[in-house]
């Protein structure tokens, strides 16, 4: 199903989740401040969610590169 450029791209971007979800880079985001009247923890956590569910369906949905004209890969 994905194979090559797509799968390592879905790779990518597992890992890059399990980064920007774990303990330490979370902490950067712990802060008494507001956003748009909205704490800045869950609002961060928001935004990236957002923007991995976005590149997720960014790589699913993109149509397959057209084969070369000379039937070679």
């Known amino acids: 199903m994905f194979q090559g450029l797509d799968a390592q791209r879905l790779v990518a971007l597992f890992v890059a989740s399990v980064l920007l979800f ?3 880079l979370l902490a950067l985001w712990d802060h008494d401040a507001r ?3 909205l704490p ?3 609002a961060a956590l928001f935004v990236i969610w957002a923007l991995l569910i ?4 960014w790589v ?5 590169e057209a ?6 890969d």
């Open 22 to 24: 774990n303990f330490p």
């Open 35 to 37: 956003v748009f009247g």
């Open 40 to 42: 800045l923890f869950p």
């Open 54 to 57: 976005a590149a997720l369906a």
């Open 60 to 64: 699913v949905e993109r149509t397959p």
């Open 67 to 72: 084969p070369a004209p000379d039937g070679t």
